[in-house]
């Protein structure tokens, strides 16, 4: 592993994979990035970290917390995403959410296989949470994962009624005969701004990789989206402990930033959340966080110091359970 970006503390390997059908990948060479911040005794394990849309790998504060507690911390930059988004690429596209898998088995081979960890936790942000659902269903019967955590994950449309059914009926259309037309331009809400400390936020991260105004939406992404939320809808099958972290509320529909966007999540509505936790698998433990941002771990200090709390505790009941057991 090389030098990551971050610097000190942090390493980084590149992985090669497979080239997709011609139209069906953001185009150009594929490759995913595992970043690595290690602990000085990884007594519990691994965690691994999958991000969200418009977005990447830069929340050492995250990574830092869990290397303390004992985890070996990785998170993966998915294919023309951050670390991983190549020249000429079309950025954060794939038409099948599928895709992304070879990423996620490519990760976890190499934390388990080649860094000997016995134990796994897969935390994942948004659009990363439902790609860590999806997958964790997918592999089942595989024992590659030990415990899901989802930080404000995407398992439903923030729209009216008419626009999750016509609406999604229209996309799915759209999506199948001109997949990278796009069907919005970027974020619209004041989430963007409520993150760098160039506007309102405190955190720095590389406006190249993650926009504040958001990538264009594709119709070949978005339909391979609304698909894998039916298919949650319908009721999955992960057979490990979820942990699923949402804000207290949310302030939808709002595109001028004020003060309570710090406080809210204003990109995804999290009485969706609440709805559909149950169709991801059987052990599923649901907590709001009382004034959280969407990104639950960039909300002011003493939120996102709750929202880390209670994952330390429930991760903490599972390795006693564990040990019970053992």
């Known amino acids: 592993m090389e030098r990551d970006v971050l610097g000190e503390g942090y390493e980084v390997v590149t992985l090669p994979l497979g080239a997709l059908p011609a139209g069906a990948g953001p185009g150009g060479d594929n490759v995913a990035h595992l970043v690595r911040h290690r602990a000085d005794k990884a007594v519990n394990g691994a965690v691994l970290y999958v991000h969200g849309f418009t977005d990447y790998f ?25 670390r991983s988004l190549q020249p000429g690429q079309l950025p954060n596209f794939v038409t099948d959410l599928g895709y992304h898998f070879e990423e996620m088995d490519a990760a976890a081979r190499v934390i388990r296989d080649e860094h000997g960890h016995r ?17 964790a269903h997918e592999r089942r019967d595989d024992n ?9 994950p995407w398992v439903d449309l923030a ?34 701004l409520s993150l760098h400390r160039d506007n309102n936020g405190e955190w720095e991260f590389n406006t190249d990789w993650k926009p504040t105004a958001g990538f264009p939406v594709r ?7 609304r698909r894998n939320q039916a298919r949650l ?12 972290l949402r804000s207290s509320h949310s302030l939808l529909k709002t595109k001028d930033w004020s003060p309570e966007a710090m406080r809210a999540d204003t990109v995804l509505d999290v009485a969706h959340m609440a709805k559909w936790a149950s169709k991801i698998g059987p052990q599923v433990t649901v ?16 939120v996102r110091e709750r929202a880390l709390a209670d994952i330390d505790s429930w991760l903490a009941g599972l390795h006693q359970r564990d040990r019970i057991v053992e």
């Open 287 to 302: 907590v709001a966080i009382e004034g959280g941002m969407h990104d639950l771990f960039l909300s002011t200090p003493a």
């Open 119 to 135: 134990r796994l936790t897969v935390m994942g942000h948004s659009t990363g949470g439902l790609i860590a659902i999806m997958w």
């Open 58 to 82: 830069f929340q050492k504060h995250v990574a830092e917390h869990f290397a303390a507690l004992g985890y070996d911390f990785y998170a993966v930059d998915l294919r023309a995403y951050g």
């Open 144 to 152: 590659v994962l030990d415990a899901l955590v989802l930080n404000s």
């Open 219 to 225: 119709a070949g992404w978005l339909r391979t989206i």
């Open 233 to 244: 809808h319908r009721g999955l099958d992960v057979r490990v402990p979820v942990l699923l």
């Open 159 to 192: 729209e009216n009624w008419f626009l999750r059914t016509v609406g999604t009926w229209a996309v799915d259309l759209l999506g199948r005969v001109s997949p990278t037309a796009v069907v919005q331009k970027g974020l619209e809400s004041p989430y963007g």
